[in-house]
């Protein structure tokens, strides 16, 4: 059934944090601790205000970036590099993954609302340079982040997918609605299923699922 639902799919977008990783190597630990201090250092407030306002732009406005932007006018650029300046040393490389994403047939990228830089680096570490085609940041998106239905549309336009033959590999059920209302396969990617109708499949090992396709 899996191999059957994909079988005319031609392009393959993949988030990259808790999706090309486990989130057991929990990276966004020590991204959070940067977000939080530059939250500090840029608005002038106490960390418990900081680490609240992180918490509340992330839901309300998709990324903190996102609501810091829109609230206070701040520059994306130094703070996409300061908070993921951070360590790789906690990745692996994964020889199956790698195998399994190159056997998929068509067109391959990385869309993430991290920076490209920065997924590069992800991609370098788990072994997965040169497995992918393009790797787009949440700056090719004019620094709208997902889920934004207009921050797909313009990743999608750049990189010409066409959304009838695509498919979204994702760990957060919300960036799964805009693919799914475009007409592309979902997967969630992650521990526990959501059920979501926006949602046409689950699973908690990308590779096993990818091998399942190819």
């Known amino acids: 059934m899996v191999k059957a ?10 988030d ?3 999706t090309l990783y486990p989130p ?3 990276l966004f630990d ?22 609240h306002l992180r918490k ?12 810091l932007m829109r609230e206070h006018d701040v520059d994306p650029g130094p703070y996409l590099t300061d908070v993921h300046d951070i360590p790789l040393d906690r990745l692996s490389p994964d020889p199956q993954l790698a195998k399994n994403i190159r056997a998929l047939p068509g067109r391959r990228i990385v869309y993430t609302n991290g920076c490209a830089p920065y997924a590069e680096r992800v991609l370098e570490a788990r072994g997965l340079a040169g497995v992918f085609d393009a790797v787009y940041g949440v700056e090719h998106a004019d620094f709208m ?26 760990d957060d059920p919300r960036n799964l609605k805009a693919p799914h209302a475009m ?11 959501d059920n979501g109708d926006h949602i046409h499949f689950h699973t908690d090992d990308l590779s096993g699922f990818l091998a399942r396709i190819i």
């Open 16 to 18: 990259l944090d808790h």
């Open 183 to 193: 007409g592309m396969r979902t997967v969630h990617v992650a521990d526990q299923a």
């Open 145 to 170: 982040p997902k889920p934004d239905h207009a921050a797909f549309e313009k990743v999608f336009a750049r990189d010409g997918v066409q959304t009838k033959t695509a498919a979204m590999f994702e």
């Open 5 to 14: 639902a994909f079988s005319d799919v031609r392009h393959w977008v993949f």
């Open 24 to 26: 057991s190597a929990r």
């Open 56 to 67: 509340q732009y992330w839901a309300e406005h998709g990324t903190t970036l996102a609501g």
């Open 30 to 51: 020590l991204i959070e601790v940067r977000m939080t201090a530059y939250v500090m250092q840029a608005l002038g407030v106490e960390e418990q205000q900081a680490d």
